[in-house]
């Protein structure tokens, strides 16, 4: 199976924008996106994937349970299921690849804020 930036479906608010490479129908197991962060994402958590963030370029934090991560560019920052956290940038843009394991359901996403 091959998915391509040039077929992804582009999502985003305020601050964040990504393509989303493929969806639980396409494949089960995983699903992968392209993220561009110029601010701050929001306090979530997944309550059936965890996730796996390659930063590929600029600099940010991870805030994952209370605790702050400074990142860069080619750190993996592995989320678990279950476990609240956020990540923001301070100047610039952090672009990442996240990778949703098994994929990305919505119905499994908890928002702790709007």
């Not at 601010?39 to 309550?47: I, Q």
Request: proline share 3%; charged share 30%.
């Amino acid at each position: 199976m091959k998915f391509s930036l040039k077929d992804a479906k582009e999502i985003g608010w305020e601050g964040f924008k990504a393509w989303v490479y493929n969806t639980s129908e396409d494949f089960s197991g995983l699903s992968g996106l392209y993220i561009e962060l110029s601010g701050r994402h929001g306090r979530v958590k997944s309550t059936k994937s965890d996730r796996a963030y390659i930063i590929l370029e600029g600099k940010g934090v991870f805030t994952i349970n209370g605790k702050d991560i400074s990142v860069g560019k080619m750190d993996l920052v592995v989320v678990p299921k279950n476990t609240p956290y956020d990540y923001r940038t301070g100047n610039g843009t952090l672009k990442a690849f996240l990778i949703h394991s098994p994929a990305y359901d919505k119905s499994a996403e908890v928002k702790f804020e709007e």
